[in-house]
């Protein structure tokens, strides 16, 4: 009998549910190029809905849609405010200095969450020619390299108001704001209200194959329409990957709490073998950051003994990311649990 697999590594990992497939099945289709695609075109409306923006546009994946946000906020040449470890500046190959042609100016944020005055700080303006001016904010909600942590809508609010002050269009990077949504208990247009652009992802918590849909007022939208096409956003039947994306977008919030509880009791459970490896005050949504530093220098050798117990999971320097998602269930909450402590053991002792 085949031993069973736990896998933590992302939700990205979730395959569609049999109602996705259905839905598969039975999307009608077109040319989403020429925007004759229904079932795309569903999907942007829902999420016009969704977000409260004026358009939205159904693209291939969230690294795309930044580069789209970038290019069509006009950043090239000019400084992009961003979060420390942001994914927009750490994990998407540069593009947005690359493609997007914008330097980057990170700040560091507090659990990912930027202080508004440091915003302000960070501000630069036109008047000297020594220096890029910035162009725009970038702000990550949920935000992954800081477990999951999410941005409240208050220091959102007084961010927007510091950059429409100074005249600087604000993005999010959303690629779990449903997961935020969730957790603040609001719906995501009540966060979107303090950005111009915003987008959000289709393939992790929500469980759909493939994609993210960007969203903005016409006018952006339209520069960001232009820009994806030039990145090869364009798409032709492609109601076969927004069809599952719509039957996610039902009703999320239930399954996107029952991921954060799985979290949570992930979370107790490692604290429950030492309280050091996890900081559980921090632990919001679905993503658990294990710290094993104090056992080992490099989580490799622990991440490997866990992976050959069937718990798959990521790491980085001494961190062990694992992330909860509509595969995982209780069980495999107890399991990772289990042969975690088991394979912490000798370098417990070795401490």
Same mark, same amino acid.
């Given at each position: 009998?085949?031993?069973?697999?736990?896998?933590?590594?992302?939700?990205?990992?979730?395959?569609?549910?049999?109602?996705?497939?259905?839905?598969?099945?039975?999307?009608?289709?077109? +040319?989403?190029?020429?925007?004759?695609?229904?079932?795309?075109?569903?999907?942007?409306?829902?999420?016009?809905?969704?977000?409260?923006?004026?358009?939205?546009?159904?693209?291939?994946?969230?690294?795309?849609? &930044?580069?789209?946000?970038?290019?069509? /906020?006009?950043?090239?040449?000019?400084?992009?405010?961003?979060?420390?470890?942001?994914?927009?500046? &750490?994990?998407?190959?540069?593009?947005?200095?690359?493609?997007?042609?914008?330097?980057?100016?990170?700040?560091?944020?507090?659990?990912?969450?930027?202080?508004?005055?440091?915003?302000?700080?960070?501000?630069?303006?036109?008047? +000297?020619?020594?220096?890029?001016?910035?162009?725009?904010?970038?702000?990550?909600?949920?935000?992954?390299?800081?477990?999951?942590?999410?941005?409240?809508?208050?220091?959102?609010?007084?961010?927007?108001?510091?950059?429409?002050?100074?005249?600087?269009?604000?993005?999010?990077?959303?690629?779990?704001?449903?997961?935020?949504?969730?957790?603040?208990?609001?719906?995501?247009?009540?966060?979107?209200?303090?950005?111009?652009?915003?987008?959000?992802?289709?393939?992790?918590?929500?469980?759909?194959?493939?994609?993210?849909?960007?969203?903005? +007022?016409?006018?952006?939208?339209?520069?960001?329409?232009?820009?994806?096409?030039?990145?090869?956003?364009?798409?032709?039947?492609?109601?076969?990957?927004?069809?599952?994306?719509?039957?996610?977008?039902?009703?999320?919030?239930?399954?996107?709490?029952?991921?954060?509880?799985?979290?949570?009791?992930?979370?107790?459970?490692?604290?429950?073998?030492?309280?050091?490896?996890? +900081?559980?005050? /921090?632990?919001?949504?679905?993503?658990?950051?294990?710290?094993?530093?104090?056992?080992?220098?490099?989580?490799?050798?622990?991440?490997?003994?866990?992976?050959?117990?069937?718990?798959?999971?990521?790491?980085?320097?001494?961190?062990?990311?694992?992330?909860? /998602?509509?595969?995982?269930?209780?069980?495999?909450?107890?399991?990772?649990?289990?042969?975690?402590?088991?394979?912490?053991?000798?370098?417990?002792?070795?401490?």
């Amino acid at each position: 009998m085949p031993k069973p697999v736990y896998d933590f590594r992302s939700d990205t990992v979730t395959l569609p549910t049999p109602a996705m497939m259905e839905a598969v099945a039975r999307a009608p289709l077109g +040319d989403s190029g020429r925007g004759d695609d229904p079932t795309v075109n569903e999907l942007e409306r829902i999420a016009r809905e969704l977000t409260g923006k004026e358009d939205a546009l159904f693209l291939p994946s969230g690294a795309m849609a &930044n580069l789209a946000s970038v290019l069509a /906020h006009d950043c090239r040449g000019g400084e992009a405010i961003v979060e420390e470890v942001a994914h927009i500046y &750490n994990s998407e190959g540069g593009g947005l200095s690359v493609v997007g042609g914008a330097v980057p100016r990170p700040v560091k944020g507090r659990y990912g969450t930027l202080e508004p005055a440091d915003v302000k700080s960070a501000i630069r303006g036109a008047g +000297d020619l020594a220096l890029a001016p910035t162009r725009l904010i970038c702000l990550e909600n949920t935000h992954n390299a800081s477990g999951g942590t999410v941005m409240p809508v208050a220091t959102m609010a007084a961010i927007h108001d510091i950059a429409r002050e100074a005249g600087i269009p604000v993005h999010l990077d959303g690629a779990r704001l449903l997961n935020a949504g969730a957790y603040l208990d609001v719906p995501i247009a009540e966060i979107c209200r303090h950005v111009e652009s915003v987008w959000f992802a289709l393939c992790k918590g929500l469980g759909g194959p493939v994609g993210a849909v960007l969203a903005g +007022d016409g006018a952006f939208m339209t520069k960001a329409r232009r820009a994806a096409k030039m990145l090869g956003g364009g798409m032709r039947q492609a109601g076969l990957i927004a069809a599952p994306a719509i039957v996610a977008l039902k009703d999320p919030y239930p399954v996107l709490r029952r991921d954060h509880a799985l979290a949570q009791a992930l979370a107790r459970g490692l604290a429950a073998i030492d309280s050091s490896l996890v +900081d559980l005050a /921090h632990v919001q949504t679905n993503i658990v950051n294990c710290f094993v530093d104090r056992f080992a220098p490099d989580a490799g050798a622990i991440n490997a003994a866990l992976r050959e117990r069937g718990v798959l999971a990521n790491h980085r320097r001494s961190k062990i990311r694992f992330v909860t /998602h509509y595969h995982i269930d209780e069980a495999a909450v107890a399991a990772a649990v289990r042969h975690f402590a088991e394979v912490l053991e000798p370098f417990r002792k070795a401490a």
